[in-house]
């Protein structure tokens, strides 16, 4: 009875711990395998659209000759990938900062509400993801075409005659108002969480000690909140280099982004090895991000112990 009870405990930890490597392996490491398969593989015209080179375990050798990296060769020398990755990652940078800008405040005064209002304002925060990404979107372009609602808004006010028109779709403002409206959810509950669990006895001892308010936020709150900073720059960071929607739809075809450039390469030219090494690229440039987040959170950590 002694030995079963003392090895039941291990087994369910080793299950708690099987369950999300499996989950990790079947979704994520298997699809990279296949997508890292097709950017080995040369185009051509059939269904699917390219001639796998790895046949099978039997012919290893065959597939190891015949490794195919012109694709990759082919991003290097083409510099409308390098302006897309670029662009991309510019694009994740302006809007990760205006996020921060944005949902900095509302998180924090979020944070030193009354405990009772904190709930509503929570759901207030999370309640554009009851309706579609996509109508959302669809929603912006009926607000930011030149005769649209802002236009409209503008001329009520007398701010624009009656025949000027707001021309901020199809352009980069109107990409970063989408994704700054999008994305502010998941930069706000980060920030939120962290800045909730702040002593607030710190406040008081550095009003006591006659330290300015402005000081004391940078001094105690922003340190304090560095790893609710971090950790929603990263949410948002990443999947905006790789977002689609937003730029098709609100930037126009000018707006060049890796996410389109893949779309276009998948679905448009229907050259499926090119648009895998397109993704594997992208896939590796996010990496660095998520590693500088593991070894900040480490550093934390540390600190702490």
């Known amino acids: 009875m002694s ?109 030193r509400a009354n405990h009772g209002i904190r709930p509503t304002l929570v759901m207030l925060v999370i309640l554009p993801f009851w309706t579609s990404f996509l109508i959302r979107v669809y929603a912006w372009i009926g607000i930011l075409k030149p005769e649209g609602l802002l236009t409209l808004l503008l001329q009520s006010l007398h701010l624009y005659g009656p025949d000027e028109q707001v021309q901020i779709f199809r352009t980069q403002t109107a990409v970063y108002i989408g994704i700054v409206y999008s994305y502010l959810p998941f930069m706000v509950l980060p920030l939120y969480s962290a800045l909730e669990k702040l002593d607030g006895t710190l406040l008081e001892a550095a009003n006591d000690l006659g330290c300015p308010p402005w000081k004391a936020f940078w001094k105690i709150t922003f340190p304090l909140s560095l790893p609710g900073v971090i950790a929603g720059s990263m949410i948002c960071f990443i999947p905006i280099t790789g977002e689609f929607v937003i730029p098709d739809l609100l930037g126009g075809a000018q707006t060049l982004m890796i996410g389109k450039t893949l779309w276009t390469e998948f679905f448009g030219n229907r050259d499926w090895p090119l648009a895998s090494a397109v993704a594997v690229i992208l896939l590796i440039v996010l990496v660095i991000p998520i590693v500088i987040f593991q070894n900040q959170q480490r550093k934390a950590e540390g600190g702490k112990a």
């Open 3 to 111: 030995q079963a009870s003392a090895t039941s405990p291990g087994k369910a930890r080793w299950l708690v711990v099987a369950v999300p490597y499996v989950w990790l392996i079947l979704f994520f490491l298997m699809p990279f395998v296949i997508i890292v398969k097709i950017s080995l593989s040369d185009t051509a015209i059939s269904m699917p659209p390219y001639t796998p080179v790895f046949q099978g375990f039997s012919t290893l050798r065959d597939f190891i000759s015949q490794l195919d990296f012109d694709n990759y060769l082919f991003l290097t020398e083409d510099p409308l990938y390098a302006e897309a990755y670029l662009s991309s990652l510019r694009v994740a940078v302006v809007s990760t900062l205006l996020l921060l800008l944005v949902g900095y405040p509302m998180a924090l005064c979020m944070a």
